[in-house]
Nanobody
Framework: QVQLVESGGGLVQAGGSLRLTCAAS????????MGWFRQAPGKERDFVAA????????SYADSAKDRFTISRDNAKNTVYLQMNSLKPEDTAVYYC?????????????????WGQGTQVTVSS
């Protein structure tokens, strides 16, 4: 069992930065692939970034490449999403997710556990 709690969201102007944090409970955190997803009002939950359980492999949605960085600290049971050069279209609720066995890390159904989400609002 893994419990996830996101923090770090907020209101920021376009071009600004935020760092989201996902704190996880559970002794086997290091064995999970971790992902970040986001969901805007009236839209589906979309993949943003993922990191392998070792942390040596990362993956990004095209919209996040070159602006966002996912990282993890297994000693602290924490995963981060550094978001730079934010745009109004990045506005959404951001969710952290954990997957023990994952075939396609880009789909929400691959993940076993989810956090409650944190709101990110980017003003123009």
């Amino acid at each position: 069992q893994v419990q996830l709690v996101e923090s770090g969201g907020g209101l920021v102007q376009a071009g600004g930065s935020l760092r989201l944090t996902c704190a996880a409970s559970g002794r086997t955190f290091s064995r999970y692939t971790m992902g970040w997803f986001r969901q805007a009002p009236g839209k589906e939950r979309d993949f943003v970034a993922a990191i392998s359980w070792i942390g040596g492999s990362t993956s990004y949605a095209d919209s996040a490449k070159d602006r966002f960085t996912i990282s993890r600290d297994n000693a602290k049971n924490t995963v981060y999403l550094q978001m730079n050069s934010l745009k109004p279209e990045d506005t959404a609720v951001y969710y952290c997710a954990a997957a023990f066995h994952v075939n396609d890390h880009r789909v929400p159904s691959a993940y076993d556990y989810w956090g409650q989400g944190t709101q990110v609002t980017v003003s123009s």
